[in-house]
């Protein structure tokens, strides 16, 4: 099945920073790679996707870039703010099949200093 | 409009005991998912339904787990005889089958068993 790892597993940043998380896939199947914010007591909040047919995707201070080749994928976020601050989790999985349950990283504890 | 819900949104068993943890899915979602995430993990992959049936249900760590969905919309996990490493936060997603793999998670349950 797939594997998905996450790194790294804290990181901490200064408000107006940019901050990068990175995500491994070991499925070359896999085709659809959603990012997730969670924040403290609450379920975890899709913040951007990307299907492996565009290399990149960007949504204001948000963007995922896409390497296929590699299995890799990362998470860019810039000019951080103290709202930023969460754990956020990449996930992969199978568009197109009969089954789109998603494989998760163990988290990115995302700390942003005001 | 309203979100995925969950109920309870903390429950304390004892070892041993039958508990039964409810979603609510976004309306006219078909497909529905459950995920179990530990401290400091990412979510994992339970079980699915498209509809009423179970079209996945691989995850289920054991017989002790189940879950209906028996009109195509409320769906119930069901434990028995729980143990405490059943602890965890158990998060249920719903998705607009066909249209998009975009899962929208709920809340969660916090399950503790003594």
């Known amino acids: 099945g797939e594997n998905v790892e996450q790194h790294p597993s804290t990181l901490s940043v200064q408000e107006g920073d940019s901050a990068v998380i990175k995500c491994t896939y070991s499925?070359?199947?896999?085709?659809?790679f959603p990012w997730y914010k969670q924040e403290l007591g609450k379920g975890p909040q899709l913040i951007i996707d990307?299907?492996?047919?565009?290399g990149e995707k960007k949504d204001q201070r948000i963007a995922v870039t896409l390497n296929k080749t590699a299995k890799h994928f990362s998470l860019h976020i810039t000019e951080t703010q103290p709202e930023d601050s969460a754990v956020y989790f990449c996930?992969?999985?199978?568009?197109?099949?009969?089954?789109?349950?998603?494989?998760f990283g163990k988290g990115t504890l995302l700390t942003v200093n005001p | 409009g309203a979100g995925v819900s969950q109920t309870p949104s903390n429950k304390v068993t004892e070892k041993g005991k039958y508990v039964e943890l409810r979603c609510d899915p976004i309306?006219?979602?078909?497909?529905l998912y459950w995920y179990r995430q530990s401290l400091g993990q990412g979510p994992e992959f339970l079980i699915y339904?498209?509809?009423?049936?179970?079209?996945?249900d691989s995850g289920l760590p054991n017989d002790r787990f189940f879950a209906v969905r028996p009109e195509g919309s409320v769906s119930t996990l069901k434990i028995q005889r729980t143990e405490r490493g059943d602890s965890a936060v158990y998060l249920c997603?719903?998705?607009?089958?066909?249209?998009?793999?975009?899962?929208?998670f709920g809340p969660g349950t916090r399950l503790t068993v003594l």
């Open positions: 997603a719903s998705s607009a089958f066909g249209v998009s793999n975009e899962q929208f």
């Open positions: 499925d070359s199947a896999s085709n659809y």
């Open positions: 990307i299907r492996s047919n565009v």
């Open positions: 996930a992969a999985s199978l568009s197109g099949g009969s089954n789109y349950k998603l494989t």
């Open positions: 309306s006219g979602h078909t497909a």
């Open positions: 339904f498209q509809g009423t049936g179970a079209a996945d």
